[in-house]
């Protein structure tokens, strides 16, 4: 289960979003989770997970499922709230009364933490309502845009969802390829190859992959594994050491899945002699396309890949050479009745 606290979150990024803790530091152990654990949002106020009990527990919080990070909002509160210029003004410019009111409503969604970003100076009345209810309030200089950018991509990436798929994650021709097949098949080997060939390397057996965004699922390697290969015959390979950190990546989006098979002479036969051996792979709900890629002797499956992904490249842009070829022999056969 992924979790932060605001005090961890605070000294990750105070030096380089220059922020400044001005209230509501005894709310610094409030957790956030990541949403699968728990379903909706929750606060914790507290360092020790354990000691959770049930709702009556003064110091544990639920409300309804909110956003990671965004601007002011009201009617669908975020877990931290972000005030900017705009939003400072729009405080600053309501009656005392309606001013307190807005706050009130503010802290009744229980934010994690509040930040006010823009160099703005802090209402009063909010700097009193966040000591009271223990809610952490940060300021910075940096553009509140900036801010909601580069902590939503952090928390995103640390709380999201992760799968582990045994298989080879490469780079490969500028995409993330994973390379996946009964143990014994040649993985490692072809990978080793690809390496060899100017593919980079980003984790070798039991690649993580997270959905970081709708449509994006990022594949990383393990810190127990970095930088490590596996081949039958030469045991444990340091490809740092031996083909430089260039041989290597941290991350990579997955776009395309290669599946290694030994096949029978009759499911050669059987393959689509045009579109080739494609289907479709579900990962964290997002489906990929995987080729199955036959493994016989003489085979160059280096090659092979790399062509697997130029091509994909070119069926993300639009093109299909199965439609092209089609259509060149329909063209033909058209031109021959004429």
């Known amino acids: 289960m992924a979790s932060v606290t605001i005090s961890e979150l605070f000294k990750i990024h105070a030096e380089r979003l220059s922020l400044t803790w001005v209230a509501g530091q005894e709310g610094g152990f409030r957790i956030i989770f990541s949403e699968e654990f728990h379903g909706d949002s929750r606060l914790i106020i507290g360092d020790d997970i354990n000691t959770l009990e049930t709702r009556q527990d003064a110091n544990v919080l639920t409300s309804p499922k909110k956003s ?59 700097t009193e309502a966040c000591n009271r209810s223990k809610t952490p309030l940060l300021i910075s200089p940096f553009s509140s845009n900036q801010l909601t950018e580069d ?3 952090y928390l995103s990436n640390l709380l999201a969802e992760v799968v582990t798929l045994h298989g080879v994650y490469l780079e490969v021709m500028s995409i993330g390829v994973l390379l996946t097949g009964d143990s014994g098949v040649g993985k490692s080997e072809l990978a080793l190859e ?4 100017g593919q980079r390397l980003i984790a070798d057996d039991a690649p993580e992959f997270s ?4 449509d994006i699922v990022n594949g990383t390697c393990p810190a127990a594994l970095q930088d490590f290969l596996e081949v039958r015959g030469l045991g ?13 990546r941290s991350n990579k989006y997955l776009r395309l899945m290669i599946r290694l098979e030994k096949l029978e002479q009759d499911r050669l036969i059987s393959l ?20 199955i890629l036959p493994v016989a002797p003489g085979r160059n499956l280096a090659v092979l890949v790399e062509c697997a992904a130029r091509n994909h490249i070119l069926r993300m842009s639009g093109y299909n050479s199965a439609e092209d070829f089609m259509e060149h022999q329909r063209r033909m056969i058209l031109q021959e009745a004429d």
Not at 68 to 82: A, R, S
Not at 90 to 108: F, G, K, P
Not at 211 to 214: E, G, Q
Request: include cysteine.
């Open 68 to 126: 990671l990070i965004g601007h002011l909002n009201l009617i669908h509160p975020n877990l931290i709230q972000v005030f900017g210029a705009t939003e400072v003004q729009y405080l600053v410019e309501l009656r005392t009364i309606s001013r307190q009111d807005a706050i009130r409503q503010l802290l009744s969604h229980a934010p994690d933490c509040i930040i006010v970003a823009d160099g703005q100076v802090v209402p009063k009345e909010l």
């Open 151 to 153: 902590l939503h991509y």
């Open 194 to 197: 690809l390496i060899t060939r």
């Open 211 to 214: 959905r970081i965004a709708p």
């Open 236 to 248: 444990v390979l340091n490809i740092r050491e031996l083909f430089g950190a260039s041989a290597l």
């Open 272 to 291: 689509d002699r045009l579109e080739g051996a494609y289907r479709t792979r579900r990962v964290l709900g997002l489906d990929f396309p995987e080729i």
